[in-house]
């Protein structure tokens, strides 16, 4: 029954593994289970799965995925905090807690397969989100336009202004 157990265990974190955008890795020791309660309480509110693994299963089965290349991170009390949807959203939250509460130490991450150390997904961390980057995106798109319409409105606006004055004149 233990080797079921375990198998399915590996099968599930396998999945996760192939459909995960993002991974926090982090070392969780020290932190109580209200501590751990609460930051899970914030994750899941982002849509983010928190989870402490067993680092030989976790090893086992990060092989064919994205997480392949991690095993070194498998080491000591590991939590994972993995993102299907935003890939920044779970190093936002992750660093954000480390900070209030010292004891939870961030390893590395995972970005879109990428491994990334603990200093970079501080960085990360810092980015603005993905609504704010598009809108400056978009901004820098409509500035020319917006521009060439305030140029244009000008032309015709000092025509205006001269046949405006032209009509003065005459009637003068």
């Known amino acids: 029954?233990?080797?079921?157990?375990?198998?399915?265990?590996?099968?599930?974190?396998?999945?996760?593994?192939?459909?995960?955008k993002a991974a926090v890795f982090a070392d969780y020791k020290g932190l109580t289970v209200q501590e751990l309660t609460e930051l899970?309480?914030?994750?899941?509110?982002?849509?983010i799965e928190f989870k402490i693994v067993k680092n030989t299963l976790a090893c086992i089965a990060s092989k064919g995925t994205p997480f392949e290349n991690t095993s070194k991170y498998f080491v000591g009390p590991t939590s994972l905090?993995?993102?299907?949807?935003?890939?920044?959203?779970?190093?936002?939250?992750?660093?954000?807690?480390?900070?209030?509460?010292?004891?939870?130490n961030i390893k590395a991450g995972l970005v879109?397969?990428?491994?990334i150390e603990a200093e970079e997904v501080k960085k990360l961390s810092e980015l603005p989100s993905r609504e704010v980057l598009l809108s400056r995106a978009l901004a820098s798109m409509m500035s020319p336009a917006t521009n060439l319409v305030g140029v244009l409105h000008g032309v015709v606006r000092k025509f205006v202004y001269t046949l405006k004055a032209i009509e003065i004149k005459k009637q003068c």
């Open 81 to 104: 905090a993995i993102s299907y949807k935003d890939p920044v959203a779970a190093a936002k939250i992750m660093v954000s807690y480390a900070k209030k509460e010292e004891k939870l």
């Open 112 to 115: 879109e397969g990428n491994l």
């Open 1 to 20: 029954m233990a080797g079921e157990n375990k198998e399915q265990q590996i099968k599930e974190l396998h999945d996760k593994f192939s459909r995960a």
């Open 40 to 47: 899970r309480k914030m994750l899941r509110g982002a849509g």
